[in-house]
C-alpha cells in the first residue's frame, strides 16, 4: 500500500487508538487531577500521533526522524504516567496492561519506520 498521507502509516493509526485508550481510563482519575496526572497523560498521549504526523509533512528525513524520536520520547512518557496512575490507584491492572502492550507494539513499530527511513536515506 502506498503511504500518501500520514493518516495511512499504521503507527499513526495505532497511536490515535492510543490516545482513545488513554481518554478512556484517565475519564475517572480524581478530580484533584484534571490538571495534574490526567493532564500530563493525555497530553503524552497527543503528543505520539501529532509528532508522527508532524514529522512525516517535513521535507528533510532528519527532521523527520527527530518528530519520530520525539514520539517514542512521548510514549515513554505516558508509560511511566500510566504505572504512576496504577501505583496510585487510580487505574484498573488490566487497563494498565492493556496500554503498556499497546505502547510497547507501538515503540516497536517506531523503531521499525526510522530504520526504514534511514535505511530509504543511504
Do not use: C
Amino acid at each position: 500500500m502506498e503511504v500518501r498521507s500520514f493518516r495511512d502509516l499504521r503507527v499513526w493509526q495505532g497511536a490515535m487508538d492510543l490516545v482513545e485508550m488513554i481518554y478512556k481510563v484517565s475519564v475517572d482519575f480524581p478530580r484533584h487531577e484534571t490538571y495534574g496526572l490526567t493532564s500530563q497523560l493525555r497530553r503524552a498521549a497527543i503528543s505520539v500521533p501529532s509528532n508522527i504526523a508532524e514529522g512525516h509533512a517535513r521535507k528533510h528525513t532528519k527532521e523527520y526522524l527527530n518528530f519520530l524520536s520525539v514520539a517514542q520520547g512521548s510514549l515513554a512518557e505516558l508509560q511511566t504516567q500510566i504505572e504512576i496512575a496504577s501505583r496510585l490507584g487510580y487505574v484498573a491492572k488490566l487497563d494498565v496492561q492493556d496500554v503498556l502492550s499497546h505502547s510497547a507494539s507501538l515503540s516497536k513499530q517506531l523503531h521499525a519506520l526510522r530504520n526504514a527511513i534511514i535505511r530509504r536515506g543511504e
